[in-house]
Structures are given as C-alpha cells and as structure tokens.
C-alpha cells in the first residue's frame, strides 16, 4: 500500500496483529500527517515501528484489560515531528471509567 497523498487515517483494530498489520502498511504514507487509532485487542504496540515522517498527531484509544502502557513509546520513536498525541484508555472491566491523558509539544 502506497498513497503519497494520504494525510489522514482512522483506523479499528479488532483482531490480533491488527495494530502491527497497520503501522506497517501505514509507515509507507509519506504524506500521513494525522493518525487516529483505535484498539480493541490486548496488543502491545510493535518494538520496531517503522519511521512515520511526517505524523503530526496521534489520538490513541485502547479498550483494554492488560497492556502495556509502555509500548506507546514505540509510536512516539517512530514519529520525529509529533505535535500532538492523545491517549484515551478505557478499561472494559469498568464500563464508566476513562482516563484521558492529553500531551501537547
């Protein structure tokens, strides 16, 4: 998958390796400035992401029971000129609680 003009890209990932399946077809979108990632398996984000570029912002929402919150840092190594992540976590066991962390350079 190559798309040069791609600047925008939301994406569900609700089946196992979903999440290193997209980052993977996604790190060959030169042009991807905003990514919107939606996560439903217990899968931590891949150790070596390959460089996103020109990715801008970031929203991250996980619906989890274990992960590893430290694997967001892959995503943040992998994207030199981020401006903006968001990080939504939301936790199944209790349908009401969400934790919001928002982080601005």
């Not at 990715?55 to 967001?72: A, H, I, T, W």
Request: hydrophobic share 45%; aromatic share 10%; proline share 5%.
């Amino acid at each position: 998958m190559s798309t040069p003009q791609l600047v925008r890209c939301y994406f569900e990932g609700y089946s196992e390796g979903a999440m290193s399946y997209a980052l993977t077809q996604l790190a060959l979108c030169p042009g991807l400035e905003t990514l919107h990632l939606q996560r439903y398996h217990n899968e931590d984000i891949p150790q070596t992401v390959l460089t996103l570029r020109n990715l801008k912002q970031v929203n991250l929402d996980l619906f989890m029971g274990n992960f590893n919150l430290g694997s967001v840092l892959n995503i943040l190594k992998a994207a030199p000129l981020l401006e903006e992540f968001i990080i939504t976590v939301r936790r199944l066991v209790i349908p009401f609680l969400e934790i919001l962390i928002n982080c601005s350079f």
